[in-house]
Structure formats: C-alpha cells, structure tokens
C-alpha cells in the first residue's frame, strides 16, 4: 500500500494504486471510526468507479462460486447484519475506451501500446482525440510511418526513440510501418488538502472535494508544460520524418534508384 494509505487519504488518482486486499483492509479500520457514517457516501463516490463491491453471506455457495468465477476477492468482515463476507473486484483495463485521466498514470508504456495495437489496427491517428489527450497527459507520444527497412535500418528512427527512452508499437501498413512511441512524462506529486482529524472533519465534504479537484486540475496543467521544449523537438523532428521521410530515412532508395538506372 501506497504510503500507508488510509481511507481518508483515497482520491480518484490513488484509488488506481491500491489492491483488493488493501481495500479491504481500508474499509474494516475505517469503519470502526465515528464520522464513517458522515463520510461513507464520499469514500464510495471514490472506490466504486474502480471497485465493484458486494456484500454477500458467505454460506451461500452459489454465489460465492459465481463471484469467485467473476474474478472477485472475497474476504470475511465483521457483522454486516444478515451478511458476512464481501466480494471485491478492481476494474481491469481491457480496452483503449477504458483509459481515464486518473487511471493513466499509473500504466507502464507497454500496457497502454498494447491496448492500441488490440484496439482494431487503428494505430495512433485512428484514436478518438480525447483518448489522445489522456494518453498525452501521461506520456510523450511519437507516430511516424516509414518503409519497414528504412524503420529498422541501424541508427534508424527506432534505434533513436529507444536510446531515448521511449517504448515503440509497430504496426504493419503493407510494406510500410507505423510506428508509435511513447514515454511517460515526469511524474508530478500532487498536493492534497488534509484536515486536522481523519475523521468528523469540520470541513463540508463538498469543499474537500473542491479542492482535491483544484489540486488535480493544477497538476494536469503542470504535466502539459513539463519538458515543453523536448516535446517540442520530438514533433518537429517526427514531422520531418512523416512529411519528408526520404531527407534522411530514405537514403536507401535514391541510392537503389541511381543503381537500377545505371
């Protein structure tokens, strides 16, 4: 767990962070605290949208097999009136339309490479403009297409994105590839407002919320303008390449051409 989380510390960014195990842990010491019936719509305002939860007796076999089949966690609880166990499943990313802005941050290049290659051979330019901007608030993000031996050719655009840093997904265009890179941004530690007391805070939940948005708001803004100038280079360098592949990658096929001519 993150930090030593509390359930008092979850916000729609570090929600991503935690396990099954872990929530469940969060959700017995939370309520055991007086201000948990004060507080417990906004805890699930922020685990539902990544936990399915159910509560369930856990005698009751069908349902327990069914859940267990459903890929749930299930975890016996103090008294819950008639129910003694809960089920707990955290959302998996299977597809590109799954990606939000929180959840983003905390996939590695390669997962999210992987969702657009299954994401019906669309490549980079084929992705709906908002799935764009939220890959691109985590990562720097290259496309370019080239002859597949001008791509692989040694000190080729390959070879420069990975000295770089960056992880490539290459997708076939009949004897043409594209290619595309991604390198996640610095990360940005987000400062989240904490009251005196975990619990009974003073504060309307309503405020909390408004500035825990503030905070996310203002980080989203700090990554757009992290490293703007390398940003900036990358475009134009893969502009080049897209617009006029054969100033450098292309060197091979003026020179096959002179050869074919003579």
Wanted: hydrophobic share 35%; with cysteine; glycine share 4%.
């Amino acid at each position: 767990m993150a930090k030593h989380l509390k359930i008092d510390d979850l916000t729609k960014g570090n929600i991503w962070t935690i396990t099954e195990t872990e929530l469940n842990q969060m959700l017995i010491e939370g309520k055991k605290h007086e201000g948990w019936a004060e507080r417990e719509t906004h805890y699930m305002n922020i685990i539902r949208p990544v936990f399915d939860i159910v509560y369930l007796d856990r005698k009751d076999e069908v349902q327990v097999h069914r859940l267990e089949n459903e890929h749930y966690d299930i975890f016996s609880t103090p008294n819950e009136g008639e129910f003694n166990a809960i089920a707990i499943r955290k959302h998996k990313i299977n597809k590109i339309t799954d990606l939000t802005l929180e959840n983003i941050a905390h996939l590695l290049p390669e997962e999210v490479l992987a969702l657009i290659e299954r994401n019906l051979g669309t490549g980079w330019k084929g992705l709906p403009l908002a799935i764009q901007d939220i890959i691109e608030s985590a990562f720097f993000v290259d496309c370019a297409e080239l002859p597949e031996y001008a791509m692989h050719r040694a000190g080729g655009l390959i070879d420069r994105r990975k000295e770089d840093g960056y992880s490539v997904l290459e997708i076939p265009r009949g004897n043409w590839i594209e290619g595309i890179f991604l390198k996640p941004k610095p990360k940005v530690e987000k400062v989240r407002y904490s009251s005196q007391t975990d619990y009974g805070t003073s504060k309307d939940d309503e405020d909390v919320d408004e500035l825990e948005e503030l905070d996310e708001d203002n980080a989203e803004d700090d990554d757009t303008n992290v490293d703007e100038s390398l940003d900036d280079e990358e475009d134009d360098e893969i502009m080049e390449d897209e617009d006029n592949p054969n100033l450098e990658d292309i060197d091979a096929i003026d020179m096959m051409d002179d050869d074919s001519d003579e």
